[in-house]
């Protein structure tokens, strides 16, 4: 049973992990899809059918999020990695998408609230007015909103479009538009001439056989009877 439990945590580990690479293929399987299922489950429990799951707990909503979120940045990383990009752009991004919608939701309502408290009528105001006329943000959380919701459909639409390099780069092998699962080989190439050690075997086979091959017969030549060789003057 260790033995199952230290395998079963290895692929654990090569799933989470933003080492490698990731084909168009596989980042479709385990990041745009999987994606895509959570925001339309979310959409139909909350908005389309809130009597059908409100009898639900709130784990079946947090778990799959929480999986899928312990697996994003290392998928979105290996893809940029197959297009030979280091990914750290990405990085460096990556905390704004939850910090400018939380810095949106602070401007929006808790600000207010807060200056409200404080004896800012034009607060409380505000405040009354969003609650008997309906919620509507105002320019500069609709622009971080915006801001968010551009670059993560960008970085989605750009890493699921472009292809990979061809060939293994700096960041590991090729992966032959294989899905990248733990314990799961990627695809066999298309093209076996484009292997690094089948070419070098190849070499070596030729090596060996160059070698092996008997050195030509070197044949002496003598001069013709009656020449001039040896010859006395007159």
């Given at each position: 049973?260790?033995?199952?439990?230290?395998?079963?945590?290895?692929?654990?580990?090569?799933?989470?992990?933003?080492?490698?690479?990731?084909?168009?293929?596989?980042?479709?399987?385990?990041?745009?899809?999987?994606?895509?299922?959570?925001?339309?489950?979310?959409?139909?429990?909350?908005?389309?059918?809130?009597?059908?799951?409100?009898?639900?707990?709130?784990?079946?909503?947090?778990?799959?999020?929480?999986?899928?979120?312990?697996?994003?940045?290392?998928q979105n990383i290996k893809r940029w990695h197959d297009l030979g990009v280091s990914g750290a752009l990405y990085k460096f991004a990556r905390p704004f998408v939850v910090l400018l919608p939380v810095g949106a939701m602070v401007l929006?309502?808790?600000?207010?609230?807060?200056?409200?408290?404080?004896?800012?009528?034009?607060?409380?105001?505000?405040?009354?007015?969003?609650?008997?006329?309906?919620?509507?943000?105002?320019?500069?959380?609709?622009?971080?909103?915006?801001?968010?919701?551009?670059?993560?459909?960008?970085?989605?639409?750009?890493?699921?479009?472009?292809?990979?390099?061809s060939g293994p780069n700096s960041f590991g092998p090729d992966p032959m538009s294989g899905v990248q699962l733990p314990g799961i080989s990627a695809a066999a190439p298309a093209d076996a001439n484009n292997d690094p050690v089948k070419?070098?075997?190849?070499?070596?086979?030729?090596?060996?056989?160059?070698?092996?091959?008997?050195?030509?017969?070197?044949?002496?030549?003598?001069?013709?009877?009656?020449?001039?060789?040896?010859?006395?003057?007159?």
């Amino acid at each position: 049973m260790p033995v199952f439990l230290g395998a079963v945590m290895d692929k654990l580990n090569a799933w989470v992990s933003s080492e490698g690479r990731l084909s168009r293929k596989g980042y479709l399987q385990l990041f745009v899809a999987p994606f895509a299922a959570l925001i339309l489950f979310t959409w139909l429990a909350w908005v389309a059918a809130p009597d059908l799951f409100g009898g639900m707990p709130a784990a079946l909503f947090t778990l799959p999020w929480l999986a899928f979120l312990a697996t994003a940045d290392a998928q979105n990383i290996k893809r940029w990695h197959d297009l030979g990009v280091s990914g750290a752009l990405y990085k460096f991004a990556r905390p704004f998408v939850v910090l400018l919608p939380v810095g949106a939701m602070v401007l929006q309502f808790i600000l207010p609230s807060f200056m409200a408290m404080s004896g800012d009528y034009g607060a409380l105001a505000f405040l009354i007015s969003q609650d008997l006329g309906g919620w509507h943000f105002g320019p500069a959380p609709m622009a971080m909103f915006a801001v968010t919701i551009v670059g993560v459909i960008g970085n989605i639409a750009w890493l699921s479009a472009m292809p990979g390099q061809s060939g293994p780069n700096s960041f590991g092998p090729d992966p032959m538009s294989g899905v990248q699962l733990p314990g799961i080989s990627a695809a066999a190439p298309a093209d076996a001439n484009n292997d690094p050690v089948k070419r070098a075997l190849a070499d070596y086979q030729a090596r060996l056989a160059q070698q092996a091959r008997p050195a030509a017969m070197v044949t002496q030549v003598r001069p013709a009877p009656g020449g001039a060789f040896g010859r006395k003057r007159a």
